[in-house]
Nanobody
């Protein structure tokens, strides 16, 4: 009955900002590294960012460095992705994930349904 539910996606102009949220129905939320992947049409799934169980450590993809910030609130079982300076190439379905941590999709056990982010020129 584990569920990850993303919200906050939508349409935004280039240069704008969005904040994605992921509400996790996991009783042992702090056991999991949390992260975000994305997939654009015609492209493979791409790692975006991840955050450690305690929230002390984060890492992200080179393509979003300086623009995206991942955070988590263990008291609320929620992970966030703040996206600034958005570019059209950021357009994708964004997935919230929970698992052992890493930069590959095989490292994550649970996946949300995804939320669409569209950045217009």
């Amino acid at each position: 009955q584990v569920q990850l539910i993303e919200s906050g996606g939508g349409l935004v102009q280039a240069g704008g900002s969005l904040r994605l949220s992921c509400a996790a129905s996991i009783r042992t939320f702090n056991w999991y590294v949390m992260g975000w992947f994305r997939q654009a049409p015609g492209k493979e799934r791409e790692f975006v960012a991840a955050i450690s169980r305690s929230g002390d450590t984060t890492y992200d993809a080179d393509s979003v460095k300086g623009r995206f910030t991942i955070s988590r609130d263990n008291a609320k079982n929620t992970v966030y992705l703040q996206m600034n300076s958005l570019k059209p190439e950021d357009t994708a379905v964004y997935y919230c994930v929970a698992g052992r941590g890493g930069r590959t999709y095989r490292s994550y056990e649970y996946w949300g349904q995804g939320t669409q982010v569209t950045v217009s020129s």
